[in-house]
């Protein structure tokens, strides 16, 4: 059920009289503002800018949306390949202008090396745990150029647990949610935050080292990462 794509696709074919909802297990649910995914520079943080400004060389986006990064990089004149998992998201980023947009899975992806993987927008999350993070670290590898670097931005969401964070075997940062638009809602899935610590020691047994090259106050951070060998 592609709720995520149809809400950029309506709001890109000008169907805008519909939210998008995002559920969690901490809380109502809020809405998610479906003109973020169309954001032009100017409306950029300074995290994203800063992340952009250190792509080099050619560029994948993983999970692109709406392609509002890739655009910006393509009109800098860079090799930038948009690949999202939803066929409506990749429909409406190529008809915004993009020239090269693949629908596919990240994990299923292959055959061609980047030095630059990028991933905006929590889109790190797409990992869904810890677990599932070391595999992509571990396929990641097998995409990147010599000397590639790898760039996303996350979050510590400690906050989120006001009596402390439980003690239940699985890592805090693996939160469960679901979207809502028009009548229709997804399935539940998990989203993984990771905090720095966490990264930094994953990142590290998996084969990689970390930079932290931003940070914006509110628990969010960006993160370069680059292979140790």
Not at 8 to 36: Q, S, T, Y
Not at 196 to 208: C, D, F, H, N, Y
Request: proline content about 2%; overall charge negative.
């Amino acid at each position: 059920m592609d709720i995520l794509g149809q809400a950029i696709a309506d709001f890109h074919n000008n169907i805008r009289m519909h939210k998008l909802w995002v559920h969690d297990n901490h809380g109502p649910k809020v809405e998610m503002l479906v003109e973020l995914y169309f954001r032009n520079e100017e409306m950029m943080p300074e995290l994203e800018l800063t992340a952009l400004k250190l792509c080099k060389g050619s560029v994948l986006d993983i999970g692109a949306g709406a392609g509002s990064h890739a655009l910006w990089l393509q009109d800098r004149g860079f090799d930038v390949t948009a690949l999202d998992i939803s066929p409506l998201a990749v429909s409406t980023m190529q008809d915004r202008g993009l020239s090269l947009v693949l629908q596919q899975d990240i994990f299923e992806f292959c055959g061609r090396k980047f030095d630059t993987l990028l991933l905006m927008m929590n889109g790190i999350g797409l990992t869904a745990s810890i677990n599932g993070l070391r595999r992509f670290l571990s396929h990641a590898k097998t995409l990147l150029s010599f000397g590639g670097q790898l760039l996303f931005d996350s979050s510590d969401v400690a906050y989120l647990y006001d009596e402390g964070i439980p003690n239940t075997g699985q890592y805090y940062g693996e939160i469960k949610c679901r979207y809502e638009y028009k009548t229709l809602k997804t399935d539940w899935f998990t989203w993984l935050y990771i905090d720095q610590k966490m990264l930094e020691k994953i990142a590290r047994e998996e084969g990689w080292k970390t930079e932290i090259l931003f940070e914006d106050g509110d628990d969010q951070y960006l993160a370069r990462l680059q292979l140790l060998n």
